[in-house]
């Protein structure tokens, strides 16, 4: 058998500025409760599928049990959602299977790849999934840290009453298993001085507003949907300090309430180690100008032209820079090793799917000028290559650019708007090659926190 192995909202509550050294003197590692959980989501989850759903896929034997050890690999033909977002979910469960039981982030990401590898292996009748095992664990582990540290901002070990309660619960949305691990364990009653929570700074902006989807580069005849967004910044890039996994990480999500793309994109990027430094002439050893490190990359994006998806590893700086007087710009720089990525095309089809699948590389530039009276102008530029193994042979270039102005009305709320421009140019060994332009643009109201 040939294996795979992997490189492997209440937050709005107070305080969002907190220390990190108060942390859950009970979230004692227990391996065998968290390797437990992993097995009996996979068994949850399968006699849903088999017993309830009817699924032909879950009806699973000693028979083709067999078959997926002996058979190998391959890449499957399920819809672009399944794949690319919801097997990272899923993934997301098994890792905060161990970070809810006292693993921290490099313990708990073999439990994603486990997890993961049981269900290809046993839980299916079909022949076990490449891009399944890929995007489960590496999405999982992006996913899963992000709401374990998220979750981590709402629960509050000091609060008591209904403030408890809806603590608790907020927390349990957004990161199930922690919620029902804390619930089996007492910890949803446990009550002490301080809040027992690692916490780092946040800023936040949830916007609201409309989104129309041009047919090519005209956006009279282009889809308008209702668009919820949020940008969620987690950590302080700038102070000097000892970085461990996730201390920093920056979360675009847009939700799209109209239409077959709920979730219209997910851009995320989380530090895994780095070091600040100083430009020149600047001698403060608190306070640094600049971030270098590793970065885990995880995107998504759906929309009625585009599907992308992208799980990646690489390397990033983030700088900021006195501009003029009362301002200041703020730079991010990635470059990225695609391990596993995603796009559509019309050319798929004969791999049973309406995208190709494949490795390739990223890069991302995101400029932010900002002065607090008078709002902030934003730029990013971010373009994949991704090679095809599965689908159209060939490889498709695709770049996405995008402007946006916001400006102040009050004291936390904007308004504002951002146009993007979309191009994909394929490649392709046996069809004839493609260029395509279409844009996109948006106008909201926006609530900063």
Sequence with gaps: MKTVLIILILFLSSPFWAEETIIDTLNQQDFKFAAMEVISLNLGIWGVDNYIAKAEWANISIRSVKHNLTHGFVFDDSEFLMNQFLHPYHGNLYFNSARS??????????????????????????????????????????????????????????????????????????????????????????????????????????????????????????????????????????????R?????????????????????????????????????????EIAQDNLIGAFQHFDYLANDVYKVAASGLGGGVISRFSAYEGMNLFTSCHLSIVVLGGSNSAYAEEAGRDYNLGPGLSGKFEGWLINDKYGEMYISYLQYWLYTLSGADGNETISITNGRIETPISKHFKIGAEYLLYIRKGLYDDYEDITAENNELRTFISYRF
Aim: one cysteine or more.
């Design 244 to 284: 461990k996994p996730f201390d920093y990480f920056n979360l675009h999500l847009g939700i799209n309430l109209k239409g077959m793309d709920v979730i219209t994109n997910f851009y995320g990027e989380a530090l895994l180690y780095g070091k600040n430094f100083n430009f020149q002439g600047n001698t403060d």
């Design 101 to 242: 039981n006292g693993f921290n982030f490099w313990q708990s990401a073999p439990f994603a790849l486990s997890g993961s590898l049981m269900w290809e292996l046993f839980m299916e009748i079909e022949a076990p999934s490449n891009n399944d095992l890929f995007t489960t664990t590496l999405g999982g582990i992006m996913l899963g840290e992000i709401t374990y540290r998220v979750s981590s901002l709402i629960l509050d070990d000091s609060s008591t009453g209904s403030e408890r309660t809806w603590r608790e619960l907020g927390a349990g949305l957004i990161n199930p298993v922690r919620g029902i691990n804390r619930l089996i364990k007492g910890k949803t009653k446990l009550h002490c001085k301080h809040h027992n929570q690692r916490k780092q700074a946040v800023i936040g902006e949830i916007s609201f507003g409309g989104n129309t989807v041009g047919k090519g580069l005209d956006l009279t005849n282009g889809t308008r949907s209702p668009l919820l967004k949020m940008q969620f910044v987690y950590g302080t890039p700038f102070l000097n300090e000892e």
